[in-house]
């Protein structure tokens, strides 16, 4: 690189920190009203920008994220969560940090902005925040801090949609309901469980819902094979009664030969006779 180049990119450096540092105070002379994903998301960095340049001394990262909070407040397209490679990230952090960025993209992709907004500006800068303190990779109890804020308000936000959102970037949640031996009946106690859970259930269109009927090896494969279709079809009907009506529940059954508990054959095991309720997320 010419001594030209390297100069106008010093410059720009420059210029660009500069611009952060001024951020810091017009963010401060801001008031941030509403509960809206925006103003949740601008508020929670400006607690950030606070803590770093008033305690920590930091005006470095305290203007990144001053930024990033005009930049929420001010342009149409909100930024995103940090990117892990615009940071020098050693391991360990940064396996556990690319585990949580599917996480949190996964919920982004949910419509959880919209429809949970304080949980989920509180994911996106705990996760920020621990984005920072990993790089910086010395304050263990500022990291730890930070990935527990991250991890509550994940935490938050899948209880509130009913789903398990894993490291694989997937959102899903299992449904089981135990029988008596030699019976597709619900229990009166698993009506109940049933019905609340369907409340929990995410009524979104790319949510899909599979019914799937099981039964221990008491008995010949073809009799737990029809006793397993009994089951599901039954939990199908309770989950029509129950609201789920108007969308597709695929139904399948599995008989004896996907045991949650493998045993000899002809022998009882009240865990396998049981239908699951498969509930996922589709992207």
């Not at 907004?117 to 996106?124: G, I, L, N």
């Not at 089981?176 to 019976?183: F, G, Q, R, T």
């Not at 259930?201 to 949510?207: E, F, G, L, W, Y």
């Not at 199908?236 to 493998?262: K, M, N």
Request: proline content about 4%.
């Amino acid at each position: 690189m010419s001594a030209v180049k390297l100069m106008l990119v010093g410059f720009v450096s420059v210029m660009l920190v500069a611009c952060d540092h001024m951020n810091i105070a017009k963010l401060n002379e801001r008031v941030i009203p509403g509960t809206d994903y925006k103003s949740q998301l601008a508020n929670k960095y400006k607690e950030i920008v606070n803590y770093e340049a008033n305690e920590m001394v930091d005006y470095y990262d305290a203007g990144h994220f001053a930024t990033k909070a005009m930049n929420v407040l001010d342009r149409k397209d909100t930024p995103g969560p940090e990117k892990l490679d615009d940071w020098y990230i050693k391991e360990p952090f940064k396996h556990d940090l690319t585990r949580a960025s599917r996480r949190l993209a996964t919920a982004l992709k949910m419509g959880v902005k919209d429809t949970l907004p304080e949980a989920t500006a509180e994911a996106v800068v705990g996760f920020d925040c621990w984005v920072e303190q990993a790089e910086e990779g010395w304050q263990y109890e500022h990291i730890k801090t930070c990935r527990d804020r991250f991890e509550m308000a994940m935490d938050r936000i899948q209880e509130k949609v009913g789903l398990t959102i894993t490291d694989e970037a997937e959102a899903e949640r299992k449904i089981v309901i135990y029988y008596d031996h030699d019976s597709s009946d619900i229990s009166p106690e698993d009506q109940a469980y049933l019905s609340a859970e369907v409340g929990r259930i995410p009524m979104h269109d790319k949510v899909s819902l599979t019914v799937v009927g099981h039964a221990d090896r008491t008995g010949t494969e073809r009799y737990n094979h029809n006793l397993s279709v009994e089951r599901a079809i039954g939990v199908h009907r309770a989950l029509s009664d129950y609201g789920i009506g108007d969308r597709s529940i695929g139904v399948s059954a599995e008989g004896e030969t996907a045991p949650a508990i493998p045993t000899a054959d002809g022998q009882s095991e009240p865990r396998n006779r049981r239908s699951e309720i498969l509930i996922k997320m589709n992207f």
